[in-house]
């Protein structure tokens, strides 16, 4: 079968374009490295919970050592199946705020990377299923409803984080974020909704979407300098696709960098010392690399709140077969059905950090060896971090991870914004709503006041939200530092293009999953000339 296009990836911005393009009557194949989404946990709101340790579902990158967090090495989990992060993540509805989108409009010199422009997208986009205004839509394909479970932890902390200073907003996705309440979320009928289910599914009928898994690319083809095809390997057996029209990236920020490099294009430094040749010099491949960090606060309960214990035992066949029966019960949570935005140095400010409330004892693996049991965390997350990384390339072999450096906390300021995080996160706590129900708080822990003791555990405990973007950043044509044009289009080549979280210039404010969407939702348009 011939192509008009090749899309490397079926997450969450692969499934939009593929879907798109097929839509449009174009033939495309889609080359995805993980396998299906028929698993039925992934279709399960909560069930994603019971995949994030699972190789099958996830890869997990191990960052280089961190200096700066006392010689750690955290993983960095990313989505590895159909629909990528929407089929693995806690689903969150989340747009950022309109200041947001002003830098990448800064970059590229691009109106249509606007805040109003993009806010057009979203909405058509969208079907709401509370909201229908200027900010809101409904009958788009990326389904959005209001979350169908709520544990009473969840609403507690909604009612002492207003007592704490942070006023209730219904709606984080008018372009003001600032309050606390309960995200809307990515699903429908009570069951995920993911890209897979929004875009690509859809366009299975049309006969002309042809999607591969268990693929892996190894490079892009060029004839001259216009990219033709990819060169990948699927059950031992190294194989080659060609596309006639574009080869489009959407395999991520940190596999599409590292597949520009096996393919020639980035730092010759960076890519000399495994024999490939650098066939288009652009040094900003893999830089810029940026990715939001939480910190948490944990408190054991006095008694039986939350969800710990709720996926074992009896509790795990009651909850199951109640979802199953009646689509009700925990099984319907996202796991994290509240958050607060909020700057931790005045509260009337736009917001600074993400605050997620957790209805149980929640840390990675490794960081401790505190036994769970009934309690809460409150993880703040720094939104727009000054700190930047990077992807290199640990070898020439595709099968080899690369390497990232996060470089978490090498900005001053973001240490200093978590540690702000940390204490309003202790005002929320000592709220009467959450107080009445807490033991007593765990991490970091009586007596762990001063700026020294916050930033140690900060430095101890700090974690990825799973949101690494920048690294093959869209910019001017000038720009030495941009890897694509503000059409997305990879410079010094033909037929090459990136879709993906790699090309945002800086990260919004939140969950970075459907802004992913309208990246992609836009380079569809640009290639379909809409």
């Known amino acids: 079968m011939s192509y008009d296009y090749i899309v490397v990836g079926g997450g969450s911005s692969g499934s939009l374009v593929a879907g798109r393009l097929a839509e449009a009557g174009a033939r495309v194949l889609v080359l995805e490295a993980g396998g299906s989404d028929k698993n039925p946990l992934i279709q399960m709101p909560a069930g994603f919970v019971k995949l994030l340790g699972v190789e099958k579902y996830m890869w997990f990158y191990k960052s280089t050592i961190q200096k700066q967090l006392d010689g750690r090495a955290p993983v960095i989990p990313q989505g590895k199946v159909i629909g990528g992060g929407s089929s693995v993540n806690a689903m969150f509805y989340i747009r950022g705020q309109a200041g947001d989108y002003t830098p990448w409009v800064e970059a590229t010199g691009d109106s249509g990377w606007s805040w109003p422009e993009v806010l057009k997208r979203y909405r058509d986009m969208e079907d709401n299923n509370r909201l229908q205004n200027e900010a809101h839509g409904v009958g788009g394909p990326w389904a959005v409803s209001d979350p169908t479970h709520i544990d009473e932890v969840s609403r507690r902390y909604v009612l ?105 294009i980035g730092n010759t430094e960076d890519v000399k010392p495994f024999d490939i040749a650098c066939r288009v010099e652009l040094r900003g491949v893999g830089r810029n690399l940026q990715d939001h960090t939480e910190v948490p606060v944990l408190a054991f309960f ?4 939350g969800y710990y214990g709720q996926d074992r035992g009896w509790n795990q066949i009651r909850n199951g077969l109640q979802y199953l029966l009646f689509k009700s019960g925990p099984v319907a949570s996202n796991g994290i059905e509240a958050c607060a935005f909020f700057d931790p140095d005045d509260l009337g400010n736009e917001a600074k950090i993400q605050q997620f409330c957790i209805p149980s004892v929640y840390l990675d693996p490794g960081t401790t060896d505190l036994k769970p049991s009934w309690g809460v965390t409150l993880n703040s997350c720094v939104l727009r971090p000054g700190s930047r990384g990077s992807v290199k390339l640990a070898s020439g072999n595709p099968a080899d991870e690369p390497l990232v450096n996060p470089n978490y906390f090498d900005d001053p300021e973001d240490l200093r914004l978590s540690i702000g995080g940390l204490r309003q996160a202790r005002r929320i706590l000592a709220s009467r709503p959450l107080r009445e129900l807490i033991d007593r708080e765990i991490f970091p822990g009586p007596g762990k006041d001063s700026d020294e003791d916050l930033a140690e555990h900060a430095r101890r405990f700090v974690k990825t939200v799973y949101h690494p973007v920048g690294t093959a950043r869209m910019g001017k044509e000038d720009d030495p530092d941009a890897v694509v044009d503000p059409q997305l289009r990879v410079k010094g080549v033909r037929g090459l293009r990136v879709a993906d979280a790699s090309v945002m210039p800086t990260i919004i404010s939140g969950n970075t999953n459907s802004a992913t969407l309208v990246i992609a939702d836009r380079a569809a348009s640009m290639i379909l000339g809409r």
């Open 160 to 264: 002492a984080a207003q007592e704490a200073g942070i006023p209730f907003t219904p709606d984080f996705n008018s372009g003001v974020q600032r309050g606390v309440g309960f995200p809307q979320v990515n699903m429908r009928n009570r069951r995920r909704w993911s890209a897979a289910d929004a875009f690509l599914k859809p366009a299975m009928s049309t006969g002309r979407l042809e999607v591969l898994t268990g693929c892996l690319a190894h490079r892009v083809l060029f004839e001259g300098d216009r990219a033709v095809g990819v060169e990948y390997s699927r059950q031992g057996q190294v194989q080659k696709a060609h596309a006639s029209q574009e080869i489009i990236l959407c395999a991520g920020a940190v596999a599409t960098p590292k597949l520009l490099m096996l393919s020639g």
């Open 302 to 305: 006095k008694g039986k709140y």
